[in-house]
């Protein structure tokens, strides 16, 4: 809604200020003046941030870019000594572990948001509703350090001998579970992955599932629905858009996480058949080898891996809050 | 029948989902406490990152980490409060802020090593060399939209009354902002710091190539700086006993100061709400 401007409504009142006052006006206006562009310069600061993240990576990754050409993205192998480097490898790895975390994720994410708007008692709502926030407070590296220390052991010993015994035999599906438990790899690094982005999801489904209107809910309570009718029916249809953009703003923090993944991935530059194996991701990459990499080309490659997680996960982003923002806007709410 | 067997399924599987995240936090914080304070003595706060097989502690990277920390909030949380006044205040509704709320909020979720890339491009490949500067510069770049998008909203919730009374009285917005909004909106702008620093204390990625890691006590800004985050990794992913056993140490240490900063923030919040319920 466009209303009139507030500061625009003042101007009158600063005008009667003027007549009775001039100097002290004057000295008034080169401060509002100040303030005023500092205030701008800090704004525009921000689109500069992002404008600058684009183009100094472009530059950075332009020899790799132009060395290797579009054959980059396309080619799996990655050998430093050859000076050889192509990115399928990582980008496989990103996009797998990004979905199994998406896969884990948000079905469970689902079940939270539905918990605490529906079933829980008021008294708990709060307490399990900051609990979850906390886990999104928790930072990446301590996922990754109790990943390697605490989950990759428990798989490697329980889950994935199951997995391997029970589907591995399955035509097809089976290529996915073969191959001895290393504990670490791609399926452990998804597991992760799904447990640091699993509040984000609660969160933003909570908040989404918050704006639907009562008066809905309680008209299908009303026709003699269940619960369950009443947020399948009413619920979701209703929040459709939000729980879009919630899911897609995970698989956004999936895509860039970096620390969690680089503990339990095992940093394998090759593609492999199997869950179990171990692989790399765009992020992980770069952590590992970064500060190693000699060459300009190797250095050159790995920022070119960064300029394609920008670009990934800017896409990715950008389509969810486009999203929310048709919500809040339908709604009039802050969802 | 049919539809209560399936209600109850499925709302027995939700109340399953809420178990497992929960569990999952408690999971992490038990084998954080379980290692950690094995670990924790007072050696940790008094002496250096020890050399493989050797004692020590990690008093340089818990005085870099605050170091750095410390300056990314010094020097973003005033382009992020300046900023979010600009949205808030001079430009609600020009097409510019539209474009940058849109902006900060991708710049919200966007991944910290890419950030970590950029201020190596800009700093650290100039310079020559990994520094302490570079990283504060990193950590108060993605300090920014925490800061911004917490001053934006709480601005907006000032009364409009109030804003309305000093432009009454002749106040230039300059002076409606300093001495009205921002003393009413303080608690929310404070939140808005804590959780930036939260934000910003845990974070290893942008670290990893720009403050780098220094085994030894380092107040030079313009060198590599320890940092309990990249101390962590680095001796996590070691083979030796003593260092994964500071890793715990050092791991446990950042989360409880993450999770007392996150709670305050939180607990500040409810303060302000419950202040604003009743002034009404």
Redesign the interface.
């Known amino acids: 809604m466009?209303g009139p401007?507030?500061?625009g409504?003042?101007r009158s009142?600063?005008d009667?200020?003027a007549i009775i006052d001039p100097g002290h006006a004057a000295k008034?206006?080169i401060?509002?003046r100040?303030?005023?562009s500092?205030?701008?310069?800090?704004?525009?600061?921000?689109?500069l941030?992002?404008g600058?993240?684009a183009v100094?990576?472009l530059?950075?990754a332009w020899p790799a870019l132009s060395h290797f050409g579009f054959g980059f993205v396309t080619r799996e192998i990655w050998n430093p000594v050859t000076d050889q480097f192509g990115a399928l490898a990582p980008i496989y790895g990103t996009v797998v572990t990004s979905l199994i975390a998406m896969l884990i994720a948000v079905?469970?994410?689902?079940?939270?948001a539905?918990?605490?708007t529906e079933?829980?008692p008021p008294l708990l709502k709060r307490p399990?509703g900051?609990?979850?926030?906390?886990?999104a407070?928790?930072?990446?590296?301590?996922?990754?350090?109790?990943g390697?220390?605490?989950l990759a052991p428990v798989l490697q010993r329980h889950v994935q001998p199951w997995l391997i015994r029970n589907l591995g035999d399955i035509p097809a599906v089976g290529h996915l579970f073969k191959g001895p438990p290393y504990g670490i790899g791609i399926l452990t690094a998804g597991v992760v992955l799904a447990?640091m982005v699993?509040?984000f999801i609660?969160a933003t489904m909570r908040d989404v599932f918050d704006t639907v209107p009562p008066m809905l809910k309680e008209s299908g309570y009303g026709l003699g629905a269940?619960?369950?009718?009443v947020?399948w029916n009413v619920v979701v249809p209703h929040s459709r858009v939000g729980i879009v953009g919630g899911v897609m703003?995970g698989l956004?923090?999936a895509?860039?996480?970096?620390?969690a993944v680089?503990?339990v991935i095992g940093n394998a530059h090759r593609i492999s058949s199997s869950l179990l194996a171990p692989g790399t991701t765009i992020?992980s990459a770069?952590?590992n080898e970064?500060?190693e990499a000699v060459g300009d080309l190797y250095t050159s490659s790995l920022?070119a891996l960064?300029l394609l997680?920008?670009l990934i996960?800017?896409t990715v982003?950008?389509l969810a809050?486009a999203m929310l923002?048709r919500l809040e806007r339908r709604t009039g709410a802050v969802a | 029948m049919f539809?209560?067997i399936?209600?109850g399924a499925?709302?027995a599987?939700?109340?399953?989902?809420?178990l497992?995240?929960?569990a999952?936090?408690a999971?992490?914080l038990w084998?954080?406490i379980s290692?950690g304070v094995a670990g924790l003595s007072g050696r940790i706060f008094t002496q250096m990152t020890p050399p493989p097989g050797g004692q020590g502690g990690l008093l340089n990277a818990i005085y870099g980490s605050g170091v750095m920390t410390l300056l990314g909030i010094l020097i973003g949380s005033?382009?992020?409060?300046?900023?979010g006044?600009?949205?808030a205040?001079?430009?609600?509704?020009s097409r510019?802020?539209v474009?940058?709320r849109?902006?900060?909020?991708?710049?919200l979720?966007?991944?910290?090593?890419?950030?970590g890339?950029?201020v190596?491009?800009?700093i650290v490949v100039r310079m020559g060399h990994f520094s302490a500067v570079a990283g504060a510069l990193a950590l108060a770049?993605l300090a920014?939209?925490v800061t911004?998008r917490t001053t934006e909203d709480m601005l907006n919730l000032v009364p409009?009354g109030m804003?309305d009374s000093s432009?009454?009285?002749?106040a230039?917005?300059?002076?409606t902002?300093?001495s009205v909004l921002y003393p009413a909106a303080r608690s929310g702008i404070v939140t808005g710091l804590l959780l930036a620093i939260?934000r910003i204390?845990?974070?290893?990625?942008p670290l990893?190539?720009t403050s780098?890691n220094n085994q030894f006590w380092s107040t030079n800004l313009n060198a590599p700086m320890a940092n309990l985050?990249v101390v962590?990794?680095q001796f996590?992913?070691s083979p030796y006993k003593d260092w994964q056993d500071l890793?715990?140490a050092g791991?446990l240490i950042?989360?409880v100061t993450?999770?007392i900063l996150?709670?305050s923030a939180?607990v500040l919040l409810a303060l302000l709400q419950t202040e604003r319920g009743a002034g009404r």
């Open positions: 466009p401007s507030y500061f409504a003042t009142e600063t009667i200020v008034q206006l401060f509002e100040i303030f005023r500092a205030t701008f310069i800090a704004a525009i600061l921000v689109l941030i992002l600058g993240v100094s990576l530059r950075g079905p469970t994410g689902f079940g939270i539905l918990f605490l079933l829980c399990i900051v609990a979850v926030e906390l886990l407070a928790v930072p990446s590296i301590i996922f990754g350090i109790w390697l220390f605490v447990i699993l509040p609660a269940t619960t369950w009718e947020i703003l956004g923090r895509l860039g996480e970096t620390m680089t503990f992020s770069i952590a970064f500060t920022i960064g997680l920008f996960t800017f982003i950008a809050q923002r | 539809r209560k399936k209600n499925f709302l599987l939700s109340l399953i989902a809420t497992t995240g929960l999952c936090l999971a992490i084998t954080l290692h005033p382009v992020g409060v300046l900023a006044t600009y949205l205040e001079y430009g609600k509704n510019l802020s474009a940058i849109f902006i900060n909020d991708v710049l979720s966007a991944p910290s090593i890419v950030i890339l950029f190596y491009e800009i770049i920014i939209p911004l409009v804003k432009a009454a009285l002749g230039y917005p300059w002076r902002i300093l939260a204390s845990g974070e290893t990625a990893l190539f780098l985050p962590i990794f996590a992913l890793a715990w791991a950042i989360t993450i999770l996150s709670i939180r």
